[in-house]
């Protein structure tokens, strides 16, 4: 348990109530999803930012692809991390919020990521992907569930921007490539209730 060990006493405690409540609630598979999700945050934590998208990216497309008609009963919701390491899966929206509060907890800023729905052109359906930028000259990297492997944006052809945010900003893409702020990401209701929920969980995180 080398990821909780090194927490305070007071967040070692909470991290064990957690991952109690989750076995109770989800079983035994359920709270070993989320003790690995400790030791991914823990072990690459200073890792090399590359090194990081790749650690996350493999970790969370590991879990099934659900729909949330089929999971939640409803027809669009957002889960938590932890909600979705329990449920052992979720859809689009999921693992790219997985992996966003993911990276933000192992240190890459917030400023570098967003959180972007296209248009899947092959599938003709929205989808969301997460996005990542190094600086701002250099070519964004895509982090998806539907192409695992992590490429550069130009190479993505069959996803076409609409717009994308992260916790400070939003945006619409007029374009492939240039984006237009648009105001705050206060304005997505679903994106409020999933940073309400993860507040909620108390989930103490490895620092």
């Not at 909780?4 to 609630?25: F, G, H, N, W």
């Not at 972007?116 to 990542?132: F, G, N, S």
Request: net charge negative.
């Amino acid at each position: 348990m080398a990821c909780i060990t090194r927490l305070p006493a007071d967040e070692i405690s909470s991290s064990m109530q957690i991952l109690r409540k989750v076995e109770q609630e989800h079983g035994n598979y359920a709270r070993q999803r989320v003790f690995f999700w400790y030791q991914l945050i823990d072990n690459y934590r200073n890792a090399p930012p590359r090194e990081k998208l790749e650690r996350v990216n493999n970790f969370f497309n590991q879990l099934s692809f659900v729909n949330d008609i089929d999971l939640w009963g409803k027809e669009d919701y957002w889960a938590t991390p932890i909600q979705m390491l329990s449920s052992n899966g979720g859809d689009c929206e999921d693992y790219s919020i997985a992996k966003y509060f993911t990276l933000r907890e192992m240190g890459i800023p917030e400023e570098h990521m967003r959180l972007t729905y296209v248009k899947a052109l092959q599938l003709d359906q929205a989808h969301m992907v997460l996005i990542y930028t190094q600086t701002p000259d250099s070519e964004s990297l895509v982090l998806d569930n539907l192409d695992t492997e992590i490429r550069q944006s130009s190479d993505r052809t069959d996803l076409l921007p609409v717009y994308s945010f992260n916790g400070d900003g939003l945006w619409l893409s007029e374009k492939r490539g240039a984006d237009k702020r648009v105001g705050r990401s206060k304005r997505l209701s679903r994106w409020q209730e999933v940073i309400a929920r993860i507040d909620d969980e108390q989930i103490p995180l490895p620092r």
